[in-house]
């Protein structure tokens, strides 16, 4: 598959043939993944993000649309190939709900301990909302009170949340945090994300199953505005993904590990020295199996949108060589998984004529693609969100906004590995 990337003018030419002639051919095999689609889990909505939990159920967050004003946060989950009647967890007229700024869910490691966020707004400005966390103890039956994640009472942006569970009674979040980035003479006119005094930081915090936020940590003093933070926790520690900001306007993959109780230096694993005056709207995709890591993100390399995948065997503190994954004309939105063989499983949106297609790609830590198939075909518009992937036994689930008929919603499949 790396013969793909030809390093000359003839790579634009021979790309589509070669594509096509790819799947031709995986399409004539018989031990390529399959894919099954599930029961429409949702009405209408957007934004889903999917988990596995211990005992190998799959877990899924979603927003409905109640109606023009009112948004509610909805839980479900997958036993075999079915789901779980959808409960309703909250429902609000304040949110702020966005395409890429996505509730998440959590699961504890033992027992039926879950966690939620979505964000709601706390000031009279657009991007003035918070992280706002309710917990249930029951699998998801019945949920408690909610509380706020973040301490510092700022009506400033804070969202892009990334949840990783540390042991049975402790669960970490990443986010992007703007209480820096606030003024009083802050205003609506001109405002660019709440981003008028300081810089956008990243900050990551430990809470307990009964609401209490342990630890808070700075883990950068300056990142992009609003592209997602991703989270994985290793053998050693947790490791956070971002997408950084120089004061150049550079904006590549970052990376901060745990090292003890203190957090490391941030890095670039891999610059792609994409220097770019605006967020992109594009964050990483992290996993972890032991100190293996994954790591799987869209950026801009020699004038060409990419989506790249780099391993590392030292849980992040380096990382191989990058891979290039993508098949020409990516829009990015990717996601990713360990697989219990040290592969990754990764998924991301292509650019297909005038619409998109939800590819999915099973990668080796060489770089070498073993399958390479179409989940679905979706749209390329802002509507059609963030992909998500859960690992399962014999495979994976793959969830996804269909924005093309008002009335689908979020889609869901079993790829099931040969």
Not at 124 to 147: C, K, L, N
Not at 371 to 379: E, F, G, M, P, S
Request: charged letters at 20%.
């Amino acid at each position: 598959m790396n013969s793909l990337y030809l390093p000359s003018m003839a790579r634009n030419a021979l790309l589509p043939a070669v594509i096509c002639g790819l799947l031709t051919l995986l399409a004539c095999r018989t031990d390529v993944p399959t894919i099954t689609p599930l029961e429409n889990p949702s009405e209408s909505g957007c934004c889903a993000r999917l988990v596995p939990t211990i005992d190998d159920r799959q877990l899924m967050s979603w927003i409905h649309y109640v109606d023009d004003t009112t948004d509610a946060l909805m839980f479900a989950s997958l036993q075999g190939s079915r789901w779980s009647d959808p409960v309703e967890v909250r429902r609000g007229s304040n949110w702020f709900v966005n395409w890429a700024d996505f509730p998440s869910v959590g699961a504890y490691p033992e027992g039926d301990k879950l966690s939620l966020h979505w964000l709601e707004m706390s000031g009279p400005q657009t991007f003035d909302y918070e992280i706002r966390m309710v917990q249930s103890a029951d699998g998801g039956q019945t949920w408690g009170e909610d509380f706020v994640l973040h301490q510092d009472g700022v009506q400033a942006e804070h969202g892009f949340v990334s949840q990783t569970p540390v042991s049975d009674d402790r669960m970490f979040a990443s986010w992007l945090d703007g209480r820096r980035t606030k003024s009083p003479e802050d205003s609506d006119h001109g405002h660019d994300h709440g981003h008028g005094a300081g810089d956008m930081m990243l900050r990551g915090a430990i809470f307990t199953p009964d609401n209490r936020v342990l630890h808070e940590w700075r883990l950068d003093d300056r990142v992009c505005d609003c592209c997602g933070t991703a989270s994985a926790l290793t053998d050693r520690g947790l490791v956070v993904a971002y997408r950084d900001r120089s004061e150049e306007e550079v904006r590549d993959i970052a990376v901060v590990y745990q090292k003890g109780h203190e957090w490391s230096k941030p890095y670039i694993p891999h610059p792609d020295h994409w220097k770019i005056a605006g967020c992109p709207v594009n964050g990483p995709a992290l996993d972890a199996i032991g100190d293996e890591v994954v790591l799987a993100w869209y950026g801009h390399r020699d004038d060409l949108a990419q989506v790249r995948v780099t391993f590392s065997n030292d849980a992040a503190r380096s990382f191989g060589s990058s891979f290039r994954i993508d098949q020409g004309e990516p829009l990015g939105r990717a996601d990713v998984a360990m697989l219990s063989d040290g592969r990754a499983m990764v998924v991301w949106l292509e650019k297909d004529a005038e619409k998109a297609a939800l590819m999915a790609a099973i990668i080796q830590p060489d770089g070498t693609i073993i399958h390479l198939i179409k989940v679905a075909n979706t749209t390329a518009s802002r509507g059609s969100g963030f992909p998500t992937l859960s690992i399962r036994s014999g495979g994976a689930l793959v969830a996804w906004t269909d924005n093309s008929d008002p009335s689908a919603g979020i889609l869901t499949a079993l790829v099931g590995f040969p």
